[in-house]
């Protein structure tokens, strides 16, 4: 069982940056890829970005490549996600989420555990 609360967001101006940390319990952390997404109101939750259970791999949505880093700390049992240049169509409620393994990465049906969310905003 895996358990994870989110937090770090916030309002930030375009251009800006926020690191959000996506906390978990559970002694089974290492042993799950961790995943972000985000829904924006009105549209479906999204695909971020999702790290392996090692850390050794990592990939990203198109529309965040070069801008956001994903990162974990199994020690700290959280892993975190840097978002820099941050854009008004950046804002949205962020979830983590973890799967055991990372098939089918994109796709947010294939993830068992989920965060309650936090929200970013970006003014312009």
């Known amino acids: 069982q895996v358990q994870l609360v989110e937090s770090g967001g916030g309002l930030v101006q375009a251009g800006g940056s926020l690191r959000l940390s996506c906390a978990a319990s559970?002694?089974?952390?290492?042993?799950?890829?961790v995943g972000w997404f985000r829904q924006a109101p009105g549209k479906e939750r999204e695909f971020v970005t999702i790290i392996s259970a090692t850390g050794g791999v990592t990939y990203y949505a198109d529309s965040v490549k070069g801008r956001f880093t994903i990162s974990r700390d199994n020690a700290k049992n959280t892993v975190y996600l840097q978002m820099n240049s941050l854009k008004p169509e950046d804002t949205a409620v962020y979830y983590c989420?973890?799967?055991?393994?990372?098939?089918?990465?994109?796709?947010?049906?294939?993830?068992?555990?989920w965060g309650q969310g936090t929200q970013v905003t970006v003014s312009s």
């Open positions: 989420g973890a799967k055991w393994s990372l098939n089918n990465w994109p796709s947010p049906h294939d993830y068992g555990y």
């Open positions: 559970g002694r089974t952390f290492s042993s799950v890829a």
